[in-house]
């Protein structure tokens, strides 16, 4: 079932992870986001985007710990943890966030 | 995202047999894998043409090479003992989660094609022709087992069930109808190294992330070092220790023995995995493929012993089939054995009092021990009967103050899975995960509730994420689930260096 997205359609998989990670823009986190009960704030845009410039540096989604650090140091300390993060994004910061910053879903024993 | 509502079972003080409900979860089967990921093993790509034939074909090959599938398929009377004994049969109510009934769905299409009575007298011994109704069949409930060996405890006649599901598993396989969650995960490990998919620079980068974190708490120069030639122990570990909470927790712990123990190691980026999903699916050759790349990452970085990280299945594998699937390992230490646990390890370091600790700073905690079911029913630890469950106990109880079992049929070699075993810690079975989870929630309950347990610790990769979700499903905190060599790195005494 692909998504409609400003008037075109993206392919997605099963789950609903973007096939084609050249498919995303904005909207598409917006769209995922909105369909899982979610209104993005500034909040979920600073992990989106950090996700996807990680993402382009190294071909994979940080672990999360890597991912708390990075909150943490940008963000201050009681921010820098997985409580945090299963706030804003409550089926989690490796899966749901993943989907909406158009990465594909993490696999293996996670 | 939402996963699909379905009935929440209620968490009671005992486990209770619940009254069948035929086909309860037959709607249940996880996504089938894509051509691309079927092809990277050597299956076709889709359900072949001939496919009734193959599958028969396949069986017949199976059954000559493993001698127990026929005994198995032979030997069940039917007596009834295994049919309360699954996790998943106690959490959904279907009478094809009974193992009994599982079994049932392979043997009757055996009776049918490979026995006298079944090709002559079908009706009178239970035997059906291979339908595609029957395939799907075998699809739905082949991949609500998760191969934990449970039931085998109970039967009298020692049937395996999970052998019987890895059969199906790899029939199903051989005609194109294969599940997507195991078979693109084992295609990354053939890739890259590991389940994550994790590539080099981004492992290193985050083994850097780890020496700073551990610098910061510790203010000791933890090392966690990567492809370094010459240490003497190469660790491998489940790509999760990599990635994500509580596992993560464990791998600074056994950095953290090393290093106070003095012993040169390394992980590779070659072998970044200890999971061999090669077993969930029964394929002989693909669990050979994965264990080889350990092979050539010991050979290559000239270490001296092979030490795997808290992984159940991956100990299985290790512990039972490493030598004949990648031996022989005539070129490692042999004072050391191969492979070695990494509670081995710390079990035998804290034995020589190498190791020790100020258990006060896991006075927070008040622990139970959840036995991994590849660990406790299918392995064993330091060469002491009953090892594989001693030694795991012994070090919380070396490195922590409060310590209570859980009840003894849920525990040891009775333990119940996770639920998330097996190749099925996938969001497509997340109705099964949860239900599957169910006995060993109601067990932590008691001693939640008896003893004021507030965490559990386990060695498994799979158990720690099933966990993560299980918790928080029926009502208990998410973070509650550890990794043992978390308890390790707590209470670690580090400022001693010499042997």
Sequence with gaps: MPIEVNGKSLEVDEEGYLSNLNDWEKDVAEIMAKEDGIDLG????????????????????????????????????????????????????????????????????? | MAVKEFEKPELKEFTEVPKLENEATSHLAPFKSKEEFQSTLGYPGELVDNWEDAALDKMGDLLKKYRSLRVYLDSCIQCGACTDKCHYYLGTKDPSNMPVGRQNLLRSVYRRYFTLPGKYFPK???????????????????????????????????????????????????????????????????????????????????LEGLEEDVVDETEIDVKYPL????????????????????????????????????????????????????????????????????????????????????????????????????????????????PQHICEVTYDLIQKKVLEFDKSANDDMVITYHDSCNVARASNMGDIIGGQFSIPRDIIKATSNHFYDMEESTIKEKTFCCGGGGG????????????????????????????????????????????????????????????????????????????
Aim: with cysteine.
């Design chain 1, 42 to 110: 500034e909040d979920h845009w600073e992990i989106i985007n950090f996700l996807r410039e990680y993402y382009e540096e190294y071909q994979i989604a940080p672990a999360v710990r890597v991912l708390t650090k990075a909150v943490g140091k940008k963000l201050g300390k009681d921010k820098g943890n997985s409580k945090y993060l299963y706030e804003l994004f409550p089926y989690g910061p490796g899966k749901q966030a993943c989907k909406f910053a158009g990465l594909p879903k993490p696999t293996g024993c996670v």
């Design chain 2, 124 to 206: 009178l011994v239970g035997a059906i022709d291979l339908t595609k109704e029957v395939l799907d069949e075998w699809y739905s409930y082949y991949h609500q087992c998760s191969q934990c060996r449970r039931c085998a405890v109970f039967c009298p006649m020692g049937i395996d069930t999970a052998e019987i599901s890895m059969a199906a598993r790899e029939i199903m396989d051989s005609i194109g109808v294969g599940q997507k969650y195991c078979n693109e995960i084992i295609g990354k490990v053939h890739k890259i190294g590991n389940n994550l998919g994790l590539p080099e620079p981004a492992l290193a980068d985050t």
């Design chain 2, 227 to 338: 492809d370094q030639k010459d240490s003497d122990v190469l660790l491998v570990t489940p790509s999760a220790d990599f990635f994500a909470e509580p596992h993560v927790d464990g791998l600074i712990g056994y950095g953290k023995v090393f290093h106070q123990a003095g012993i040169s190691w390394t992980l590779s980026s070659h072998a970044s995995e200890a999971a061999n999903f090669g077993m969930f699916i029964g394929s002989y050759a693909n669990m050979r493929k994965l264990a080889l790349r350990i092979r050539e990452a010991a050979l290559d970085l000239n270490v001296k012993r092979i030490v795997f990280g808290e992984c159940g299945h991956a100990w299985r594998v290790a512990y039972s089939f490493l030598n004949t699937l990648a031996g022989p390992f005539d070129f490692l230490d042999p004072k050391y054995p191969v």
């Design chain 2, 424 to 499: 099925l810690l996938t969001d497509d079975l997340m109705e099964l995960r949860m239900k599957g989870a169910l006995p060993r929630m109601e067990a932590l309950k008691r001693v939640v509730d008896d003893y004021g347990v507030t965490h559990m610790a386990a060695i498994c990769a799979i158990c720690k994420s099933q966990f993560s979700k299980a918790l928080g499903y029926y009502g208990f905190e998410m973070d509650r689930i550890i990794s043992l060599h978390q308890l390790v790195g707590n209470a670690l005494i580090m400022n001693k260096k010499e042997l």
